[in-house]
């Protein structure tokens, strides 16, 4: 219960309590568990909304393409936090970002929603509404979190931890609603009913911001001049998207997500591994920070290799689950959106069993290097795509017309968490760690990145389950496997030597 008293506004987030916690997490908590929800709720519909036919509905795109629309897409939605940052520091503030960003994200599924009426130009127009709404909203509302514990220590570590319960709570929820009424209703109730979710996110945040939060985040850092420079790139920026939109839907030229998120994938690459070679030779970094800067190099790329593994679960695993998977139950065939809920379910059951495992093990002083538990995450992922190649040969085998039980799936989901598990917070926490003190914000950036072409690379392996290439599957499936594995394999090799290399650093200790 929140105890009132007369204290200001600026002291208001601590005048009650919220699970031991600033009553203010309690905002944020719903928020972005409203706001997961809508991006989680959608995310996996897009491609089998996309590759329906159009006597169901659907766009009747080829799985390719839709694949690759949804890496894009995804890839955008991380790549968006960057400038979302920026703008929110130097021009809005923290709690503006967060509300702009929800009515963007509000605005883009009622978007979306009437693509029914407006067909494709209102649909492609609400993704990328959603893509600058969480950017807006996504990096800020993690800021805010950090904020409402300025001492720092564990119980901001604490304070996260149920902030990315709610992540996953909202993860969970969404594919079990939107995938009912989406595949037995009716698609754009699938898509309203994720927007609905962000409704309540926005409702939530600005019906209790002043109250629980204060004044926290509602200053920006830059100054006069900054802020209308901000504003002058910004609406630029716009200016420039509103041009490229308009044209393409004009038909002035053809759009080929394929092509795009091949030449996406080169020009990230290529921008990551630019700004690194800036660190190393015109940063000034010391011996030790250009030692650091190299684990974070090594990181990064095997970060990309696993997400371009684990992020295939609403493109190749999606549509397996749609075509290949006996989902009945007592007469009744289940939504193909049901299995997504798996990974988020195994989150939050397995999070806290390995967060025990860490602390335990550092204990006896036994604690893995951050190499070795990214090592393990790739083995865990390898072994849940392995888990489908025998799946997709007994598909192969019956010339696709049998069904296969959703336990792969469900096991193949198990072994993926398990690797996320032991690499995502492993991978944030290296990267405040290890990065120089004067670019931890950019070493953040630099993570998101990793994800972003993680995405990318899994939409355009994603559309390889496709009937009418039954043999793509298990060689899809196989070499992802394949991947992990190889890349698991020369990581292991590389811990001992990063760990010398770090032996004289002032990070030394195994991270």
């Not at 204060?214 to 910004?234: A, C, F, H, N, Y």
């Not at 990230?268 to 190393?280: D, E, G, N, V, W």
Request: charged letters at 10%; proline letters at 5%; glycine letters at 12%.
């Amino acid at each position: 219960m929140i105890q009132k008293t007369p204290q200001s506004v600026e002291t208001a987030p601590q005048a009650g309590r919220w699970l031991g916690h600033p009553i203010g997490l309690s905002t944020l908590f719903f928020t972005e568990m409203w706001e997961r929800f809508s991006y989680y709720g959608i995310r996996p519909l897009l491609v089998l909304f996309m590759t329906a036919a159009l006597a169901n509905g659907g766009f009747g795109f080829e799985r390719s393409q839709a694949a690759a629309i949804v890496g894009i897409y995804a890839a955008c939605v991380y790549l968006a936090s960057l400038p979302g940052g920026w703008i929110a520091d130097r021009w809005l503030g923290l709690r503006a970002a967060i509300w702009y960003g929800g009515i963007l994200i509000a605005c883009g599924h009622l978007a979306i929603g009437l693509s029914a009426l407006f067909a494709k130009p209102a649909f492609f127009m609400g993704l990328v509404l959603i893509v600058l709404g969480t950017g807006l909203l996504k990096p800020n509302i993690s800021a805010i979190v950090g904020e409402l514990y300025p001492e720092g220590g564990s119980r901001r570590d604490a304070g996260f931890s149920i902030f990315y319960m709610g992540i996953n709570i909202g993860a969970f929820l969404a594919p079990l609603i939107t995938g009912f009424l989406g595949e037995k209703v009716g698609w754009h109730y699938g898509f309203g009913a994720a927007g609905v979710g962000m409704l309540f996110g926005l409702i939530n945040f600005r019906t209790r911001q002043v109250r629980t939060l204060g004044k926290i985040g509602l200053q920006p850092s830059g100054t006069p001049d900054e802020q209308r420079m901000v504003k002058r790139i910004v609406a630029g920026a716009v200016g420039v998207l509103a041009a490229v939109i308009i044209a393409a839907m004009l038909g002035l030229f053809s759009i080929n997500p394929v092509a795009i998120a091949q030449r996406m994938t080169i020009v990230i690459l290529s921008t990551a591994l630019c700004y690194f070679a800036y660190l190393f030779f015109l940063a000034q970094l010391t011996r030790d920070e250009k030692k650091r800067v190299a684990v974070i190099i090594i990181l990064f790329l095997f970060a990309t290799i696993f997400w371009s593994a684990f992020e295939q679960a609403p493109t190749s695993l999606n549509l397996f689950a749609r075509d290949y998977t006996d989902r009945v139950i007592f007469g009744w065939e289940m939504p193909t959106l049901w299995l997504q809920s798996a990974n988020s379910l195994f989150v939050i059951t397995l999070a806290p069993v390995f967060a025990a495992l860490w602390i335990t093990l550092g204990k006896r002083s036994r604690d893995l290097s951050s190499p070795a538990k990214f090592t393990a995450g790739l083995l865990f992922a390898g072994v849940g795509f392995l888990l489908m190649v025998p799946a997709s040969h007994l598909v192969l085998g019956g010339g696709g017309n049998i069904r296969v039980s959703p336990w792969w799936l469900v096991a193949s989901y198990f072994f993926q968490t398990m690797g996320e598990l032991s690499l995502s917070p492993v991978g944030l926490s290296s990267m405040t760690k290890l990065a120089p003190r004067a670019f931890v914000g950019q070493m953040m950036g630099v993570w998101f990145t990793a994800s972003a072409l993680g995405n990318l690379i899994a939409g355009l392996v994603g559309g390889h389950v496709d009937p009418s290439k039954l043999a793509q599957m298990p060689q899809l499936f196989q070499q992802t496997s394949l991947s992990l594995f190889a890349a698991a394999g020369i990581l292991a090799l590389l811990i001992l030597p990063i760990r010398r290399m770090m032996r004289d650093s002032t990070m030394a200790g195994g991270h």
